[in-house]
């Protein structure tokens, strides 16, 4: 399977308050066990990068870098029609522009799941939601 991760899901894995990174180790892990792929795009590289390198932080940089390098992680790329498919989901949901990007990259990308923490997103329909457990 094909699972797309929203940004706080790798945030969690790598950094999270001791629970919620439990919680995310616990599943990324049963993820890749099963042999599935994490799908990420380059607005989840942009909001796990952004505040190590507001902080100088270049440890935790690499820590993220080598999160994405990873065999068993996979991009979605940005394209018109993940920026089309976020403008419907937009207007039918009023989810914020970053979490419709999201859905939408996750969709386009023919992903199985959409994995996040956010319970707002919920409703959404169109791919299966997974809310952390």
């Given at each position: 399977?094909?699972?797309?991760?929203?940004?706080?899901?790798?945030?969690?894995?790598?950094?999270?308050?001791?629970?919620?990174?439990?919680?995310?180790?616990?599943?990324?892990?049963?993820?890749?066990?099963?042999?599935?792929?994490?799908?990420?795009?380059?607005?989840?590289?942009?909001?796990?990068?952004?505040?190590?390198?507001?902080?100088?932080?270049?440890?935790?940089?690499?820590?993220?870098?080598?999160?994405?390098?990873?065999?068993?992680?996979?991009?979605?790329?940005?394209?018109?029609a993940v920026f089309?498919?976020?403008?419907?989901?937009?207007?039918?949901?009023?989810?914020?522009?970053?979490?419709?990007?999201?859905?939408?990259?996750?969709?386009?990308?023919?992903?199985?799941?959409?994995?996040?923490?956010?319970?707002?997103?919920?409703?959404?329909?169109?791919?299966?939601?997974?809310?952390?457990?």
């Open positions: 399977m094909r699972i797309y991760g929203d940004s706080v899901i790798s945030i969690y894995y790598l950094e999270g308050a001791p629970s919620f990174k439990a919680r995310a180790t616990s599943r990324l892990t049963a993820l890749w066990s099963a042999g599935d792929t994490l799908v990420v795009s380059d607005l989840v590289c942009l909001e796990c990068r952004m505040l190590p390198i507001r902080l100088g932080d270049p440890v935790r940089l690499a820590e993220f870098d080598k999160l994405f390098a990873q065999p068993n992680v996979s991009f979605a790329p940005f394209t018109t089309d498919r976020a403008t419907l989901i937009r207007a039918a949901y009023d989810f914020k522009l970053g979490d419709s990007l999201h859905l939408a990259a996750a969709m386009e990308a023919r992903c199985d799941r959409f994995l996040t923490n956010d319970l707002r997103l919920s409703p959404f329909t169109a791919i299966p939601v997974e809310v952390l457990p």
